[in-house]
């Protein structure tokens, strides 16, 4: 059975900084392609950032370019999302997922295995 168990989620500044971790089991994140959707309240729930199962490249939504890092840790099975310069538009459910797809996804219902979300707020 796998279980994707996201953590890290706070309230944090604007501005400030985020580690997000998301650990699996029933899955090897190296073998799937493993990343991270968020939802805004009033908002479509959209993709972040992924990396890819085979080549390990990295995805991100270009309003986040620059400032999220999506990394794997093969010894730990997790896929941390690593956020700094925090800003309000930020705020959201961040959900970690993953998908056996050999090719890079970017919408919601490509992704098999979905976590039950953390709640990331940044106050002004």
């Known amino acids: 059975q796998v279980q994707l168990v996201e953590s890290g989620g706070g309230l944090v500044q604007s501005g400030g900084s985020l580690t997000l971790s998301c650990a699996a089991s029933g899955l090897y994140v190296t073998d799937y392609t493993a990343g991270w959707f968020r939802q805004a309240p009033g908002k479509e729930r959209e993709f972040v950032g992924a990396v890819s199962w085979n080549l390990g490249r990295t995805y991100y939504l270009d309003a986040v370019k620059g400032r999220f890092t999506i990394s794997r840790d093969s010894a730990k099975n997790t896929v941390d999302l690593q956020i700094k310069n925090l800003k309000p538009e930020d705020t959201a459910v961040y959900y970690c997922?993953?998908?056996?797809?050999?090719?890079?996804?970017?919408?919601?219902?490509?992704?098999?295995?979905w976590g039950q979300g953390t709640q990331v707020t940044v106050s002004s």
């Open positions: 997922v993953a998908d056996r797809s050999v090719v890079m996804k970017f919408e919601r219902d490509d992704y098999d295995y």
